[in-house]
């Protein structure tokens, strides 16, 4: 217990001190990739190591006759598990970059480690003021893994973030296509600034144009794309360079 002690005392003190100063700065830029693989190979094999610690408490409590409730220190090792899950939350990006969490494996498996926690508290716990207790750090832990998992799903689907390659190959594939058919609008002899002017590759904005879907990427509405006005849809690298 002494041991475990300080190691969720060492671990608290480096989430807490991560999360605040990436506030201020990427503090994933500053941990080594062998730093943050240490961090999270101890993080996952902190779990079960403290369910076979809440297990073994448990089983003491049993023994000495303390039936009606968990003993005190299953209930703190408890409390460290959803103390740590909360934490780890801030911080677990910083981590998967060397992880290789990819797809929905990840999701997969903190879903299954919020799952063991909410069976933990709602099994064994018998007072219903502790009960409510320590089921409101668990529904804070479910909470944002939901949270995080539909924020994800979100930016997948969306054209800015997720899809925006596919966009921008589209947009790229008709800009060429444009180019082809007027020759006249390509260099024809212009060189330095006045070919600058006429670039129409997109630097934002290329997801609020009129799309239409295709069986390979989608079709889009390129109309704006050469307006001089500042009402143009898309923002090109003409745009940018008139001005």
């Keep these: ?35 943050r693989l240490f961090l999270y190979v101890s993080l996952s094999l902190f779990l079960p190591v403290m369910s076979y610690a809440f297990s073994e408490a448990k089983n003491q409590g049993t023994a000495t006759g303390e039936v009606s409730e968990l003993p005190l220190r299953a209930r703190t090792i408890l409390m460290w598990m959803l103390l740590v899950e ?3 939350k801030k911080v677990e990006a910083i981590f998967l970059a060397t992880a290789d969490m990819h797809g ?34 668990w529904l804070l832990a479910a909470t944002k893994l939901v949270q995080r998992f539909v924020t994800s799903e979100l930016g997948k ?48 904005g290329e997801e609020d144009l009129e799309k239409e879907a295709r069986s390979k990427g989608c079709r889009l509405n390129l ?14 690298i003409g745009n940018i360079w008139r001005l």
Aim: with cysteine; aromatic share 14%.
């Design 1 to 35: 217990m002494a041991i475990t002690s300080i190691l969720m005392l060492f671990l608290a003190a480096i989430f807490f001190t991560i999360n605040l100063f990436s506030r201020f700065s990427d503090v994933s830029a500053f941990l080594k990739p062998s730093i």
């Design 86 to 88: 909360l934490l780890y």
């Design 104 to 137: 929905y494996s990840g999701t997969i498996e903190r879903a299954a480690r919020i799952s063991w926690l909410g069976y933990l508290v709602f099994y064994n716990l018998r007072s219903t003021g502790r009960k409510a207790f320590f089921g409101v750090l």
């Design 157 to 204: 689907r969306s054209f800015a973030y997720g899809k925006n390659p596919q966009l921008v190959a589209s947009y790229m594939t008709q800009i060429l296509q444009q180019d082809e058919e007027e020759p006249h609008a390509t260099n024809n002899g212009q060189i330095g600034s006045e070919l600058l002017k006429r670039c129409k590759y997109a630097v934002m």
């Design 223 to 236: 109309k704006d794309v050469i307006a001089e006005a500042d009402s143009a849809v898309v923002v090109t």
